[in-house]
């Protein structure tokens, strides 16, 4: 992976946690984002996570995460 898109997953993986921390707060604090991925293009973008507490948890962090999707250009 060059440099460039080192930066930018790093960039977008910042972004987007604080948009978790100013929307949901207190969801926030269960969810962990562990790694981010951008194609060689930067035409697409996945960022994996962790939630802490089991299945209902991360269900309902799932849908939350979902709401954010496309919504960083």
Sequence with gaps: MSNRLVRVAELLQREVSQQL???????????????????????????????????????AAARQLAGLRGGHR
């Design 21 to 59: 921390r100013a929307r949901w707060p207190q969801e926030a604090a269960r969810i962990t984002l562990t790694a981010t991925v951008v194609a060689p293009d930067l035409a697409q973008a996945r960022i994996r996570y962790a939630v802490v507490g089991g299945p209902p948890p991360a269900a």
